[in-house]
């Protein structure tokens, strides 16, 4: 008989970690309401311009993703995570600090996007990565779930919240609150006590020396590409970044320059909106005992188009049911999807290529952001915000190919780790049988 597993509730640094992310979520949500509303609101930006922004916070992703996945595998990951949320801090500080100085600019916001996504790339990649160091294998998903719980309650009332912060004291002031909040996540992930063993920069764990910082970079690109799992996963999840975000940079605008809605009604939109992502995290690995876990993946990436073209069909005289709608669908999807995704990952993966798979996986993916940012911003402006947003619902209602016509339809469970030759060489995991009928 086996011993029953141990929750994660009473896993002390499990524990510390949970509530960092939690505290860091919600300080983030007025980051997202405020930072727009800033260039929007207060320097009156062009749909262009509001593009470029969404491309410059995001570019980092393409320049330093594969980079950082080598340098983090050649690091302990927890003094990543302490020095991504205190540089965050600082960023975000300067914007209302200049406000009340006078001399908010959108130069600066382009700056501070540029210096917290370099700061994103790094900590995203050590967080992925420092997860399956930090809990048991059989705990991964357990572990993602509860974390986009905290997402996800975030997401439901954060929005609210930052939309009243905002009302009351303008957007650029609203801000500081989400520097707090990355001070705050720093101190709880410093508090975290379990040894994490400093890995050799000139060997592997197998006492093997490590290659040159490209070769390392060329080993993970080839990891992710070659495998036929994270291949399809990788392409799916690029696809619909693509659409889905050529879309939202014209609903921002849209909703409030077309439709004439304040921060208050922005922010209601959202929160409601985000309990779907909440029902996702409660749900995730539930759908994927039900339904197997490939089809929970591919059921949910198939969702998130459906909820994108809501967006598009709003009418004009009553549209926040549609945008609730849309953010309670895609919500839901898209937290599903993440949670069986992630995990899958980060359960095939040898501990040593946790990094550069992540940062692999984070380089193609987000990747395609920045590509839909400034399409989007120069749609939005030649042909229309709503336009826009039906391209990009279009364009989103196919991203689930790649994963249909993947092996993932036959994945019912997690398959057991990739193996590892005497070479050190990399090899995928056995593609798993469906189970007969």
């Not at 495998?227 to 609903?251: C, D, E, K, Q």
């Not at 939109?269 to 996702?280: A, K, P, R, S």
């Amino acid at each position: 008989m086996s011993m029953p597993r141990r929750s994660l509730l009473r896993h002390p640094d499990f524990v510390k970690l949970w509530t960092a992310e939690t505290i860091s979520q919600f300080g983030t949500q007025v980051s997202l309401l405020g930072i727009p509303l800033v260039a929007l609101v207060i320097l009156k930006v062009s749909p262009f311009e509001f593009g470029l922004l969404g491309t410059i916070e995001f570019l980092p992703f393409i320049l330093f993703a594969l980079p950082a996945g080598a340098w983090i595998d050649r690091l302990r990951r927890r003094p990543v995570l302490i020095a991504g949320d205190l540089g965050r801090a600082v960023s975000l500080a300067s914007i209302p600090i200049a406000y009340q100085l006078g001399v908010l600019s959108m130069p600066q916001l382009y700056l501070v996007g540029f210096v917290n996504g370099t700061l994103t790339v790094f900590f995203d990649v050590a967080y992925q990565s420092y997860l399956p160091s930090l809990v048991e294998r059989d705990e991964i998903a357990d572990g993602n779930s509860k974390l986009e719980v905290s997402r996800s309650a975030a997401q439901i009332a954060g929005p609210g919240f930052g939309g009243v912060v905002i009302s009351a004291f303008t957007a650029p002031v609203a801000i500081a609150a989400d520097a707090i909040s990355f001070v705050a996540s720093a101190l709880f992930v410093l508090g975290i006590r379990r040894h994490e063993p400093a890995p050799d920069r000139h060997v592997d764990q197998h006492g093997r020396p490590r290659g040159g910082m490209r070769r390392e970079v060329a080993e993970g690109l080839r990891y992710v590409t070659g495998h036929p799992y994270l291949r399809s996963i990788a392409a799916s999840t690029g696809w619909s970044n693509l659409f889905g975000t050529m879309a939202f940079v014209a609903y921002f605008p849209y909703m409030v320059r077309v439709l004439g809605l304040d921060a208050g009604v922005i922010g209601l939109i959202f929160g409601l909106g985000n309990v779907g992502g909440l029902v996702g995290a409660l749900v995730g690995t539930r759908v994927a005992r039900a339904v197997g876990l490939g089809w929970a993946i591919i059921g949910a990436m198939f969702a998130t188009g459906p909820a994108i073209l809501l967006l598009a069909v709003a009418p004009r005289e009553a549209p926040v049911p549609f945008l609730i709608a849309s953010g309670v669908v895609f919500g839901a999807s898209g937290i599903i999807y993440n949670i069986n995704q992630v995990s899958f990952r980060q359960a095939i993966t040898p501990e040593r290529m946790q990094g550069r798979m992540n940062a692999t996986m984070r380089f193609i993916v987000w990747g395609t952001i920045p590509v839909g940012t400034i399409l989007g911003g120069i749609l939005g402006t030649v042909i229309g915000l709503r336009e826009t947003i039906w391209i990009g619902a279009v364009g989103g209602m196919f991203a689930f190919l790649p994963l249909l016509v993947g092996p993932l339809r036959s994945l019912r469970v997690m398959p057991e780790p990739v193996a590892e030759a005497e070479s050190g060489s990399l090899a995928p995991a056995p593609l798993p049988q469906a189970p007969e009928a």
